[in-house]
C-alpha cells in the first residue's frame, strides 16, 4: 500500500494542492461572508440520510483522491452517509459537484465523545470511488508535522455552520478571517485553560467571529510562505455559551499533530 498512498501525495503535489484556480475572497470584515463559488475546493459537505432526504451535517477536507478529513464527533455509525464535493451552494444544482458514499470511516482510536476536551477529535472516510478533479474539486495540503503557526497567524474559517448561534445554516459556502489564538494565550484561566490542549489550535475570541454548529470537520485554512494553502485545523468546539463568545475562541484539531496517524491509516486501508 505504501506505494499507492506515496503516488496519491506526488498526484495531489503535481495538481498543484492547495492552489484553488479561483482565488479565495481576501475579506478583512469583522463576519463571516460569502466564499467566491469554488475558491476552497477542497471543502466538502458532509451529509446524512434522513427519511430519504439527505441533510448537511458537517464540513471536511479533501486530502486525497479517495480520501477525507473531518472530526471524529461528526460521524455516528448509526446514520449513513455521502460526501459532496465541489459544492457552493447546498440547495442547488452544480455543474462540477458529486456525490460519493464512503467504502470505510476511521474515526481516532483514543477518541472519547463524552471528554471533547481529550482531543483526538479526527477522522478520515475512504471514499467508494475517486473524486474526479476540476476547477471545482482540489486537493486540500497537509502541512508538514509539527507545524506550529504563530499566535495571530492571519487562518480562514470555511463551511456551512449556522450564522449565528441557534440561526439557520447557510445555504452557501461562508469564509471568515480568524486569527490564531497560540497555545499560551488560549490557555489561559479566562480563556479555555486546561480544556486546550497542544495537539488542538484555537482561532478567533474577539467575540465576533467564530465557527459554528454545521462548520465541524471543516478546515481552518492558511497560507504558507510560498503562497500555498494549508489545512491546519479540523473544527472541533466550541463555548456552551455561545459560538462567538469572547475569549472561546473556536477550537480545532491541529493537523500537524496527526501526519503520523494519518499517514498510517491511508497506508493501512
Known amino acids: 500500500m505504501i506505494p499507492i498512498v506515496l503516488a496519491s501525495v506526488l498526484i495531489a503535489g503535481a495538481l ?56 471524529a464527533h461528526c460521524i455516528n455509525s448509526k446514520l449513513s452517509y455521502r460526501v459532496f464535493v465541489g459544492k457552493h451552494d447546498l440547495v442547488e444544482e452544480e455543474a462540477g459537484s458529486q456525490a460519493i458514499r464512503p467504502e470505510k470511516i476511521i474515526v481516532h482510536e483514543k477518541w472519547n465523545p463524552i471528554f471533547v476536551a481529550f482531543g483526538n477529535d479526527i477522522a478520515l472516510i475512504k471514499l467508494s470511488q ?18 506550529v503557526l504563530p499566535n495571530l497567524y492571519p487562518c480562514y474559517i470555511t463551511g456551512w455552520g449556522r450564522l449565528s448561534t441557534g440561526g439557520p445554516i ?65 473544527t472541533s468546539f466550541v463555548s456552551a ?20 496517524w494519518i499517514d498510517q491509516v491511508m497506508m493501512n486501508n
Open 170 to 234: 447557510a445555504d452557501k459556502l461562508q469564509q471568515a478571517l480568524m486569527p490564531l489564538a497560540d497555545h499560551a494565550t488560549c490557555s489561559q484561566p479566562d480563556w479555555w485553560g486546561i480544556a486546550v490542549r497542544e495537539t488542538m489550535v484555537c482561532a478567533g475570541g474577539d467575540g465576533i467571529v467564530a465557527g459554528c454548529n454545521g462548520d465541524s470537520g471543516g478546515p481552518l485554512n492558511c497560507k504558507n510562505s510560498e503562497g500555498v494553502w494549508e489545512v491546519h485545523g479540523v
Open 16 to 71: 498543484g494542492c492547495g492552489k484553488p484556480p479561483v482565488e479565495p475572497l481576501a475579506s478583512r470584515v469583522v463576519n463571516g461572508v460569502e466564499a467566491r463559488p469554488h475558491s476552497w475546493p477542497w471543502q466538502i459537505s458532509l451529509q446524512y440520510d434522513k427519511d430519504g432526504e439527505w441533510r448537511h451535517t458537517c464540513g471536511g477536507s479533501l486530502i486525497a483522491s479517495n480520501w477525507v478529513m473531518t472530526a
Open 130 to 147: 475517486p473524486v474526479s478533479v476540476s476547477d471545482q474539486v482540489q486537493f486540500g495540503c497537509i502541512p508538514p508535522a509539527g507545524t
Open 241 to 260: 455559551l455561545g459560538c462567538n463568545y469572547e475569549k472561546k475562541p473556536t477550537v480545532f484539531t491541529r493537523v500537524s499533530a496527526f501526519n503520523d
